[in-house]
């Protein structure tokens, strides 16, 4: 038997902060426990079942969220039932995540097929971990809509021993060309009280974000800004910024494999005279760059030619 979080459990402090600022508060307040439940329904876990990667958010031991990425055959990723997702894959030692799953652990995870644009959310934490992989319990689970998601078609390649991975204090001229040509990546934001809290909402999120080539701008040296387009006004990205700054982004060399994770602190940008600068866009987000990892060919697959989202401004 399922049962439906209370209020409090869906939304934390910062989303309904800034649910309040757009007056979507109470619209939210009666929808949210009805979209943003704690099982998955069989829809999802048929889902996450057919999927050849999936997209993971964690927390290092100084507080750091982390964007990470796992691959395998259609089927690494199953829902024995509905309070639970097992992950039969575990990830390279030089991934940040490879230190994060201990028992306990908040997880974000996003399910998303590129190809067809569906994604969906999934909010837990480690429950066991072996040799094969690992074990999620499932804490929050909503769907997420299509829109700004680019399709393209993957294709596996054997997997490879890890390179060592590049440690970089700034972004260098390799890393400024994949970003500036990026339509897609991946943010993982906390919870202050992540890893720490006991509430359903007090926990790790990942979530997709993508726009035409050229959709992160540089501001400067080591800043990033990027435009926050409508979308289901749930807040969850920026409502965990707005209570804790620190996040990590994941680009992606589609066509490489090779995996980008940039350590920002981030902001909702506010200052009329940056915003001028900008397209006009509702909100913008503002990265101070504080470091980044290179992974070379991580990912074992490879991705054809982007099909840009029909949503895109």
Known sequence: MTTQPTLGEVFHAGERALQAEDG???????????VIRDHMPQQHRDFFAQLPLLVLGSVDAQGQPWASVLAGAPGFVQAPDARTLRVGALPAANDPLAAALSTGAPLGVLG???PTRRRNRMNGTVSARDAAGFTIDVQQSFGNCPRYIQARAPTAVPARQPAATERLARLDDEAHRLI???DTFFIATAHPAA???TARDEGVDVSH???APGFVLPLGEGELAV???DGNRFFNTLGNLLLQPAAGLLFIDFES?????????????????????????ERWLRFEVTGALRRRAALPLRWGPAALSPYLP
């Not at 602190?265 to 866009?281: F, K, L, Y």
């Open 24 to 34: 979507v508060r109470e619209q939210l307040a009666m929808v949210g426990t009805r």
């Open 112 to 114: 998303i097929e590129l």
């Open 180 to 182: 500036a040509g990026a």
């Open 195 to 197: 890893g720490h809290g």
């Open 209 to 211: 974000r993508g726009g």
């Open 227 to 229: 435009p926050d387009f």
């Open 257 to 281: 494999g090779d995996l980008l994770h940039v350590q920002v602190r981030g902001h909702i940008e506010t200052d009329g005279a940056v915003r001028a600068r900008m397209p006009p866009v």
